[in-house]
């Protein structure tokens, strides 16, 4: 395979709103390039870039893929990525090592909620952007339509480098509005037939070339000054422009595309090759590792290797597959290299560049280059591998905290410890899941950015590990306390043919602030307890608060002080006085007037504008209370503080009520008094969740 500096190297990364066609689009690329003899097809599930099993079967991008052409001397690396708001994560993690995105639309639906978030992560990375407008073909598919849509989304700086030769099923090809010449496509497999403008078609072409030119003039001072002088702009002049405002975010060129029907494609490529900036134009953002200061430097294959590793694959047969991007020197086969965040060596065994799931072995990836590698000892996602020369280092990935748990639990006995080991793969493949045991509630959780998510990771449980398991709603972590201080009395005695058991404490309760969990104080003088005793009252105490005393959750924030009791100098012992302790709990609790507490997160609730009056009604009907509003373009953004429970299906109401459009956010803040009305209710169901672990005990004995 032909080596590629990085001046010759496009990356770039196929975004959209799910269901737009990106992975379609790829394929077709690919076909056209030479790449694949066949053009795959999604219905058909023989797509290269979408290869896993749940992808195929629910015929969505579920995880992002690498593949590349080779087209007119250049190297296009695409990243094919999840357009379904639960794997957005992913999306974000490819734009950080592309240096463009191709923003794929549907010609029928315009701008669509996903298309609007990945246009702000595009903003955010500062990443040029190439608008495809896809499924021209399709009924009801219309230029217009969906340019005003999206000139209305994200400025007039879109702009259209092609239209259309007729729409819907009339659909055969595009108008090339920078070289002046119509490009037909006749069918699959066959090549793009290159001529004169159709005549219907002349005054518009040459009013969007006008637009066009006037566009790229106005991104450049001394290009404004000759259209002034000239009225119009040179070929030479308006191809170089059009390149520079490209690259600086001053235009966003559209161009007329139908995947499906190979219509278009072959003009996308030249157009990405063209217009779209080089691995050598934008390099990734880097950091000296001595000073933590923004560096500059070139991407070229001479100097000390950096790379960065942006996904981590987690392949039950080839085991850890780690990809990456080589910013800047070079990485060869076989070596051994610093990860840089680890602090530890590599050893690199074969490098290989993606096809989908296919490894192409190769010897060395330069840079500007996308590479794998497996079996990997240390390195995961976001790590920086590099030559111990090289003093670059990359900011890690931020990726999305979860948002929605679930408990899970093992359809057979004994899948306990293959189901962590199986989720900690999947973790490093996807490090938005999170999983952890409960420590009050003792369920195992498993967490992500919504039921999807969660739902897809337990397929990938099942498909790829053999573990198949139950997704339950979690227990919510409620606590008890107490609102009224008392004394209490706690006797344990009890004898028997030989040496009895006595021990007796006198402790008085009382509340603490919320949040201060437990404090015991000693207060015994005069020998009443033998000093040996008393932390066995302690611990009695601490086990009977453990369990509670109105629903089985521990109780918290109270003072138990320990100031009176009597002992035996023969009967009494460890034993005796952690009972006479646990007693002594059981009878303040009596007095005490115990209550439950919930927990209290802060929910952050990002949706456009006009569904805010319905959003904060659904916060107040779930008790929550509204912290403050605040506007950010089209979208506001709600915080609030809710109690968990009521936050457990949220993420449902949320998407029903924006259309998709909307997200949440939420962490812990703080426990609060469950109302009073809801007690019976929490109480009944503690109770009744109890007996069904008994009866769960019995039936495994």
């Keep these: 395979m032909k080596v590629y500096t990085a001046e010759n190297i496009r990356n770039v990364a196929l975004v959209g709103h799910s269901g737009s066609g990106k992975t379609q689009l790829a394929a077709a690329m690919l076909f056209d390039a030479g790449m694949i003899n066949r053009l795959g097809k999604v219905d058909e599930g023989n797509t290269v870039t979408d290869f896993d099993e749940e992808e195929i079967s629910r015929k969505h991008t579920l995880s992002s893929s690498v593949a590349f052409a080779e087209w007119n001397r250049a190297k296009i690396n695409f ?141 450049d001072d001394e290009l404004m000054e000759k259209f002034f002088d000239a009225g119009t702009l040179s070929q030479e002049e308006l191809e170089q422009g059009l390149r520079s405002a490209v690259g600086s975010r001053r235009i966003f060129p559209l161009v007329c595309t139908s995947a499906l029907a190979n219509i ?42 950096a790379a960065f590793v942006w996904k981590t694959i987690a392949d039950p047969f080839a085991g850890r597959i780690t990809l990456f991007r080589v910013a800047a020197g070079a990485l060869a086969s076989d070596e051994t290299v610093q990860n840089a965040t680890k602090g530890s060596p590599e050893r690199l065994g074969s490098l290989a560049v993606m096809q989908g799931k296919t490894q192409n072995a190769v010897a060395r990836v330069n840079a500007g280059d996308i590479g794998a590698v497996t079996k990997l000892r240390d390195t995961h996602t976001s790590d920086t591998l590099c030559d111990a020369a090289s003093t670059l280092s990359f900011a890690p ?29 999947l973790q490093e493949e996807d490090p938005t899941i999170r999983y952890a045991r409960d420590p009050q509630t003792q369920q195992l959780l498993l967490s992500g950015q919504g039921q999807l998510h969660i739902e897809v990771t337990v397929a990938k449980l099942k498909r790829r590990f053999g573990v198949e398991v139950n997704l339950k709603l979690p227990r919510i972590p409620y606590r008890e306390t107490i609102t009224a201080a008392t004394e209490a009395h706690g006797r344990h005695k009890k004898q028997t043919g030989g040496h009895g058991q006595f021990g007796d404490c006198k402790i008085r309760v009382e509340p603490l602030p919320r949040g201060q969990d437990f404090e ?44 009176d009791g009597q002992f035996h100098a023969v009967d009494s012992n460890e034993m005796s006085f952690k009972m006479a302790g646990r007693l002594a709990f059981r009878d303040a609790m009596s007095r005490a007037r115990p209550t439950l507490l919930e927990p209290v997160m802060d929910v952050e609730v990002h949706a456009p504008s006009e569904f805010a009056g319905d959003l904060m009604g659904s916060l107040n009907g779930r008790r929550g209370r509204i912290g403050g509003m605040e506007t950010r373009g089209s979208a506001t953004i709600i915080k609030a503080q809710v109690p968990m429970a009521e936050m457990l299906t949220y993420e449902q109401l949320l998407t029903s009520t924006t259309g998709g459009r909307g997200s949440y956010n939420m962490e812990f803040s703080h426990y609060e008094e469950v109302p009073a009305h809801l007690h019976s209710k929490v109480i009944a169901a503690a109770k009744a969740d109890r007996g069904e672990a008994t009866g769960d005990e019995e039936d495994g004995e």
Excluded at 277 to 304: C, H, I, K, Q
């Design 520 to 563: 015991f104080a000693n207060e015994i003088f005069g020998g009443s307890i033998p000093r040996q005793f008393i932390p066995a009252v302690e611990k009695g105490i601490h086990e009977a608060r453990a369990k509670g005393f109105l629903a089985g959750y521990p109780m918290v924030d109270f003072r138990v002080t320990l100031h």
């Design 264 to 305: 278009g494609i072959q003009p996308l490529l030249d157009a990405i090759n063209t217009y779209l900036p080089s691995a050598a134009d934008r390099p990734l953002p880097a950091v000296a590792r001595d000073s933590g200061e923004s560096v500059s430097y070139d991407a070229d294959e001479s100097g000390p290797a």
């Design 79 to 219: 990243i094919d990525t999840p357009g379904v708001a639960n794997f957005l994560s992913d999306t974000r993690a490819a734009m950080r090592v592309t240096d463009a995105a191709v923003i794929v639309v549907d010609a029928v639906s315009g701008v669509e909620v996903q298309t609007e978030k990945v246009w702000n992560t595009a903003s955010d990375e500062g990443a040029p952007c190439l608008i495809v407008l896809n499924r021209l073909d399709r009924e009801r598919a219309s230029l217009d339509r969906s340019l005003a849509s999206l000139r209305e989304a994200f400025g007039r700086e879109v702009v259209p480098i092609q239209l259309p030769i007729g729409e819907e099923r009339s659909f055969e090809g595009v108008v090339d509005l920078v070289r002046m010449r119509a490009v037909r496509s006749p069918g699959e497999g066959d090549k793009p037939v290159a001529g004169d403008i159709p005549p219907a078609l002349a005054d518009a072409a040459s009013s969007a070339r006008d637009s066009l030119i006037e566009m790229v003039a106005e991104a």
């Design 397 to 425: 990935i931020a990726f999305a905290e979860p948002v929605l748990s679930y408990a899970i639990e093992p359809k057979s006995r004994g899948d306990e410890e293959k189901i962590s080991t199986s989720l900690q793969r």
